[in-house]
């Protein structure tokens, strides 16, 4: 097993989680995929001293560009086709409005806190900005997303 082999088995399930609140469960495992093919193959991947915040930041720039071209339409079909395997979870389509209308880092930082319960410290080490970013970023989306919810 390559070295490659062993960091995606230890952080790929950490990173589709990541992922998933950025892009949704269906095309998660894609883009960190194809973020960590990206990262491996980077002239820059043997200098990376934090290779797991460098591949947190893949897959943000990585969801970043799946965004621009197809998770519009993928809101669409997800809201309205559920797996028969999973017992459907009502979701308010205006919420998934509101927060497909924040920005990719507001989105990813909201995610990070929210979902999977880490400090702005921690937010910021895996997104590899400044703790003062990440609670900027989290009061711009409270603020954004109050007033989507409320006109």
Request: aromatic share 6%; hydrophobic share 40%; charged share 30%.
């Amino acid at each position: 097993m390559t070295d490659n082999e062993d960091i995606y088995r230890k952080h790929g399930t950490e990173l589709v989680r990541f992922a998933t609140g950025l892009v949704g469960p269906f095309d998660a495992p894609d883009v960190v995929t194809d973020a960590c093919l990206r990262a491996f193959q980077s002239d820059n991947w043997e200098a990376v001293t934090n290779r797991r915040a460098y591949l947190y930041r893949s897959v943000l720039n990585q969801a970043r560009s799946h965004h621009r071209t197809t998770v519009r339409r993928r809101i669409r079909e997800h809201a309205t086709a559920v797996p028969d395997s999973i017992t459907p979870v009502p979701i308010d389509i205006d919420v998934l409005r509101a927060i497909d209308k924040l920005s990719m880092q507001q989105r990813a930082s909201v995610f990070l806190t929210y979902w999977e319960d880490l400090s702005p410290t921690e937010v910021a080490a895996r997104l590899k900005i400044s703790e003062g970013s990440v609670k900027r970023h989290l009061a711009r989306a409270r603020s954004r997303l109050k007033e989507l919810l409320h006109d």
